[in-house]
């Protein structure tokens, strides 16, 4: 059974870069098969799905975030990693990664998330 | 963006009794959508996949029903257990919007 954990520092000043990593154990984040997601919680909120990435390094990113991340996958260390560069209090969040679970239908897949790492809080604050 | 709302935003009832959660999607999705447990300091746990698929390890009690824009999670049998905050999410569109959640509480 997969297992995510997250990791990084709990604190971040506003205008710098927010970066975490997910180890990733019983399962490759190299597969063309798996897709390896981050997703933020604000608190009392709801999840936001923040990007994607599979096939060994193309990734997907949310619209409303995508000037500001970027996701990458180190396959030597089995581990994927979130930066969001720019950050505002706005980003103080529960940052989970997640497995995904991509189901085909007609040409498209589409995406749910089936295994989550614990999740980390990251605050942004001077 | 797919907007998804959820009602009720919370819900309390008896142990044993039957349980509805409702989703409702801005446009047509088909079948992709999902339902997620979340218990106070843990991770969302997916529970139902394309509207009515069980993931694997949830119990038969949870069950889930729609397509189009509307969809419903039914607990058939309410547990203690159960006590969380359900969220709805669409996984048809960028960016995969979740809904705002129903916080579920025993009476």
């Known amino acids: 059974q997969v297992q995510l954990q997250e990791s990084g520092p709990g604190l971040v000043k506003p205008s710098e870069t927010l970066s975490l990593i997910c180890n990733v154990s019983?399962?490759?984040?190299?597969?063309?098969?798996?897709?390896w997601s981050w997703i933020r919680q604000p608190p009392g909120k709801e999840p936001e799905w923040i990007g994607h990435i599979y096939d060994g390094g193309k990734t997907l990113y949310n619209p409303s975030l995508k000037s500001r991340v970027t996701i990458s996958v180190d396959t030597s260390k089995s581990q994927f990693s979130l930066n969001l560069n720019s950050v505002t209090a706005a980003d103080t969040a529960v940052y989970y990664c997640s497995r995904i679970k991509a189901i085909k239908g007609g040409l498209w897949f589409r995406y749910f998330f089936d295994s989550w790492g614990q999740g980390t809080l990251v605050t942004v604050s001077s | 963006d797919i907007q998804v709302t959820q009602s009720p935003s919370s819900v309390s009832a008896s142990v044993g009794d039957r349980v509805t959660i409702t989703c409702r999607a801005s446009?047509?999705?088909?079948?992709?959508l999902a339902w997620y447990q979340q218990k106070p300091g843990k991770a969302p746990r997916l529970l139902i996949y394309?509207?009515?698929n069980l993931q694997s390890g949830v119990p038969s009690r949870f069950s889930g029903s729609g397509s189009g824009t509307d969809f419903t999670l039914t607990i058939s049998s309410l547990q203690p257990e159960d006590v969380a905050t359900y969220f709805c999410?669409?996984?048809?569109?960028?960016?995969?919007?979740f809904g705002q959640g129903t916080k579920l509480e025993i009476k």
């Open positions: 394309t509207a009515s």
């Open positions: 999410q669409e996984g048809n569109i960028v960016p995969y919007t």
């Open positions: 446009q047509e999705i088909g079948n992709w």
């Open positions: 019983d399962a490759s984040v190299s597969s063309k098969t798996l897709y």
